[in-house]
């Protein structure tokens, strides 16, 4: 356990690094950083002075190797828009995207994986059909349009839920569901594949012989074991979810990264870009490190191979 | 067959043979009998007539305004009228034609970001699951970095910092959505590099060209078109994301994410202008997936669950 937590720790550092690697490139192959700095109009002067005091004119692999450092100690930078730190405005407007993100895969969890044991248990049947129908429009419905339809539905015309901004937990119920419902696809068809492996497989046969009774079989013997693979996949979702909700949050004007994102390319504020490109990716990386720890305890299969 | 010639056969000596069924007809069979194949089908089938004869369907020009006949509703509801069956946008615009033109451009960017993920993804997949080894980590490597960073994000990063045009959104989506392609091609090539007709090739002395293009590409060829079909759907919805965002194509070309994103503040009073182009969408992306799913389950009956 302890070689392969290793294993995947040194890989985690390697990926985090060659991606930060790729977001601070994301600033400089725009062009040249100091003239979208100094800002339109700006005098040749101007430029060179701006190009000197951020340290443009440096090798980049110096630009970066600080640069990084920096960012380890938790310093991105400023934004040259607002003028204000990058970390800081990160740190306000994180908590409301991990809210969204952490219910929206609740949501898709509590709604895939009941029906995908029914759908296993009851194969080809009307249950088993509604379940597949429901993944199959959640992979082709655009998210932004869903989440479109659910205002004008359930905001407008019965007026049950508000259809913008970030302050009640109401605010939520929406966004929650239109970026929940695009992950439901994916872990539902997970859970109803694992079930009906493992509901075939000999353990369970032995388990119904010795009249163990149906529920304790099921729960028990079989979602155990089919739930492992629904872990990785869950934390993939999650940072997939995060990743995605750009598009949500300025739709309902939620008060998050995402937004902030959005709003950052508009007024090409590329640092604070550049910034929630890294902490999402690493987000990401980090959850999948987790999941694959968790998987391999869970699993020790994996562990050896 | 009249009791005359079934004397006949079986006086020739021939008698009643059971004659198996070719390849080719049990392939056909499963196709007719698979409704989601059949469906789906059907369903790209139409929306690629609407693009190939929109001039003809629409009968008005997608980008000529006039404001005299601006928000003309569509023909179900009382002020409509069959001049303009699915109304008229906030400049006036045929709303039949744009959506008809729509489905061009869905197309165009569905197949071709599709083909180059797939330059990408396969060669990829293939080096790796041929070479395994070095090759392999460094290839997993890489599409562990691709997972890590956050798609529509860098994606609607890039478009906003080089400029939104199609050719911009094509080339940027490809170059990112060619992660499934390479993770499935590399678990493909891997199995089939193991079949004893490929070692028996490989010790006759064939090149490594010959073994991938004769002995191996022609065996993946079913993985390929499944994998791009479901492709061309994400890079549909990632496109209208995008341009929902205004960081994808830039008006006024008649795209669908466009129209809903120019609806969108309109849509308390004229739902139609969001509702119509995301039903387009949705579709569309719907057929793709279900032709995808039906391919997938025609081609491998094992693998059907």
Redesign the interface.
């Known amino acids: 356990m302890l070689i392969y937590t290793l294993k995947r720790l040194g890989?985690a550092v390697?990926?985090m690094i060659?991606?930060s690697l790729?977001s601070f490139m994301?600033l400089r192959?725009?062009?040249d950083p100091a003239i979208s700095l100094a800002g339109e109009g700006a005098s040749n002067e101007e430029i060179e002075f701006v190009r000197v005091q951020y340290g443009f004119d440096r090798p980049l692999i110096i630009q970066y190797y600080e640069w990084a450092g920096r960012a380890l100690h938790g310093d991105l930078g400023n934004s040259p828009y607002l003028n204000q730190p990058v970390a800081q405005m990160i740190r306000e407007r994180m908590g409301v995207t991990v809210i969204l993100g952490v219910s929206a895969l609740s949501f898709a969890m509590i709604l895939s994986i009941p029906l995908g044991i029914l759908a296993a248990i009851r194969?080809n049947t009307w249950i088993d059909r509604i379940a597949l129908s429901i993944s199959?429009?959640g992979?082709?419905?655009?998210?932004?349009?869903f989440g479109?339809?659910l205002?004008?539905f359930f905001g407008?015309h019965l007026r049950w839920l508000p259809i913008s901004g970030s302050d009640s937990w109401q605010h939520f119920v929406m966004p929650t569901i239109a970026l929940g419902y695009y992950a439901t696809p994916a872990i539902m068809r997970l859970v109803?594949?694992g079930m009906?492996?493992v509901l075939a497989s000999d353990h369970i046969r032995t388990a119904r012989a010795k009249g163990l009774r149906w529920p304790r079989i099921l729960f028990k013997h079989t979602l155990r074991n089919a739930i492992i693979p629904v872990v990785a996949v869950a934390a993939?979702q999650l940072?997939?979810m995060?990743?995605?909700s750009?598009?949500i949050e300025?739709i309902f004007a939620l008060n998050g990264l995402?937004n902030l994102?959005?709003v950052s390319?508009?007024r090409?504020d590329?640092p604070v870009?550049q910034a929630?490109?890294l902490f999402?990716?690493i987000t990401?990386?980090i959850l999948?490190f987790l999941a694959d720890l968790l998987n391999a305890f869970l699993d020790p299969r994996i562990r050896s191979s | 067959m009249t009791p005359a010639e079934t004397q006949q056969q079986f006086d020739s000596g021939l008698g009643l043979e059971v004659v198996f069924p070719t390849p080719g007809q049990i392939m056909r069979q499963r196709m007719l009998t698979h409704k989601g194949f059949i469906i789906g089908g059907l369903m790209v089938l139409i929306i690629f007539l609407v693009a190939i004869f929109a001039p003809y369907i629409a009968g008005h020009d997608p980008y000529h305004q006039d404001l005299s006949i601006r928000m003309i509703p569509p023909v179900w509801s009382e002020a409509g009228s069959w001049e303009h069956p699915l109304g008229t946008d906030s400049m006036g615009r045929d709303y039949l034609a744009r959506l008809a033109y729509g489905a061009r451009i869905s197309l165009f960017i569905g197949f071709s970001c599709m083909a180059i993920a797939a330059v990408i993804g396969i060669s990829l997949g293939l080096i790796a699951g041929y070479f395994g080894g070095v090759a392999d980590m460094i290839v997993s490597?890489i599409i562990?970095?691709r997972?890590?960073?956050?798609?529509?994000?860098?994606a609607?990063?890039?478009v906003?910092?080089?400029g939104g045009s199609i050719q911009v959104v094509v080339m940027v989506l490809g170059c990112l959505i060619w992660d499934r392609f390479a993770v499935i091609l590399r678990a493909t090539t891997q199995q089939i590099r193991a079949m004893d007709y490929v070692q028996a090739a490989q010790a006759a002395g064939c090149s490594v060209i010959w073994l991938m293009a004769r002995e191996i590409m022609p065996n993946l060829f079913n993985s390929i078109v499944i994998v791009a079909t479901l492709e061309i759907?994400r890079a549909i919805?990632l496109e209208?994301?995008l341009s929902?965002?205004?960081?994808g194509v830039q008006p006024p070309t008649p795209s669908w994410?466009l129209m809903?994103s120019e609806g969108?503040d309109m849509?308390?009073f004229d739902?139609y202008l969001?509702?119509i182009p995301?039903v387009a969408?949705?579709f569309l992306?719907?057929g793709?997936?279900?032709f995808g799913?039906g391919l997938r389950d025609v081609t491998s009956p094992e693998g059907r669950?």
């Open positions: 890989l390697i990926v060659t991606v790729i994301l192959v725009s062009g194969p199959v429009m992979q082709a419905m655009p998210s932004f349009w479109l339809i205002i004008i407008v109803r594949s009906i492996e993939v940072g997939f995060l990743g995605g750009i598009v300025s995402g994102a959005w390319i508009s090409s590329l870009v929630i490109v999402l990716s990401y990386i999948t | 490597f562990t970095v997972l890590a960073l956050p798609a529509v994000l860098v609607i990063a890039v906003a910092l080089i759907g919805l209208a994301a929902f965002l205004g960081m994410g809903i969108k849509m308390l739902p969001v509702t995301g969408l949705f992306v719907l793709m997936n279900l799913d669950s």
